[in-house]
């Protein structure tokens, strides 16, 4: 499973929030990865945030960077809370996000139905929505990359 993430977006605390129940339920069948984008020309700590942090603590999950977002655009992902996961042959069997709302914890379509799949396996592909911050602008400077939540399907 691969979680994307802006490092300065509030409403990825939610999303976080949401990874740990979610692995807390079915971490022993789940390789977790949580990406946080760093823009190419950022300083070394830009990512370095509590948004960090709370991905760091959650048992089972291994964090890592995405300088310059390259993970993102190979992954065609474009909101921080996009949840990919991928079953035993590498096939995408979900793609979106795992709160129920912008920046709210609680039970959501996404989460409930990565939980079937790593409980009870299932062929479908299942799409859900994803509430977040854009991970990427076109030609801004670091600190201009966060930008109001939006909504992504």
């Not at 823009?39 to 990512?47: G, I, K, L």
Request: a neutral charge; aromatic letters at 6%; glycine letters at 12%.
């Amino acid at each position: 499973m691969l979680v994307f993430c802006h490092p300065h977006c509030p409403c990825t605390r939610a999303t976080l929030a949401e990874l740990s129940r979610l692995m807390g339920r079915c971490g022993d069948k789940l390789d977790a990865y949580v990406l946080f984008d760093r823009p190419a020309h950022a300083t070394a700590d830009w990512d370095r945030t509590s948004l960090r942090e709370q991905g760091e603590s959650i048992p089972g999950v291994t964090v890592l960077t995405d300088v310059g977002g390259d993970q993102g655009l190979l992954f065609n992902v474009r909101t921080s809370g996009e949840v990919l996961l991928y079953d035993s042959r590498g096939q995408l069997v979900f793609h979106g996000g795992i709160t129920p709302a912008r920046g709210h914890e609680g039970y959501s379509a996404g989460r409930k139905k990565i939980e079937e799949f790593t409980t009870m396996g299932g062929p479908d592909r299942v799409t859900t929505p994803v509430f977040g911050c854009p991970l990427r602008k076109e030609n801004v400077t670091p600190q201009e990359s966060t930008t109001q939540c939006r909504t992504a399907s």
